[in-house]
């Protein structure tokens, strides 16, 4: 009666870290374009919350409160009575995140003033967020204080 011992052998080992090896070749770039589109809609949420503090700030304290963004310097900054409370720099969040409007389309809200009863003193804006990917989310700000964004395209 013969003993057999248990275990793999080297060929299965091999094998199966072959599999792996192709798995992974598969995943990771798609891993990768994951996170670059998460960067991207996490900064869209993150304009999108900045803007209902604002909103929120301006009915608070009874007072204006402007939101600027800047698509040259790619960052926008919070300001009520002439006090900066928050400035975001886009190219934090990593990814080629930046304010750029897409083709055919125009980024309106360089401005946005919220007042003290949470309207916009400007009509309907638009911002407008990309990546690397030439992914787009839009930020639309409406003049009675509602705000909404999804993709764009």
């Known amino acids: 009666m013969a003993h057999r011992k248990a275990g793999f052998t080297v060929i299965e080992l091999f094998v199966v870290m072959a599999m792996m ?3 992974a070749g598969i995943a990771i770039p798609n891993f990768w374009v994951m996170i670059e589109n998460y960067r991207l809609k996490s900064a869209t949420m993150d304009v999108y919350t900045n803007l209902q503090f604002a909103k929120m700030t301006a ?3 009874k007072a204006d409160c402007t939101i600027t963004f800047s698509v040259d310097a790619n960052q926008y900054a919070i300001d009520i009575d002439g006090q900066t409370l928050k400035t975001v720099e886009l190219q934090n969040y990593g990814s ?4 750029q409007a897409p083709e055919g389309e125009e980024f309106t ?3 946005v003033t919220y007042n ?3 309207l916009t003193t400007t009509v309907n804006s638009t911002a407008f967020l990309k990546n690397n990917r030439n992914l ?6 409406y003049s009675t204080g509602a705000i909404k964004y999804g993709k764009e395209g």
Do not use: D, W
């Open 116 to 118: 003290s009863i949470g």
């Open 136 to 141: 787009y989310y839009k930020v639309s700000i």
């Open 96 to 99: 080629g995140v930046k304010l």
């Open 21 to 23: 090896v192709i798995i």
């Open 59 to 61: 009915i608070r304290k």
């Open 109 to 111: 809200a360089n401005t």
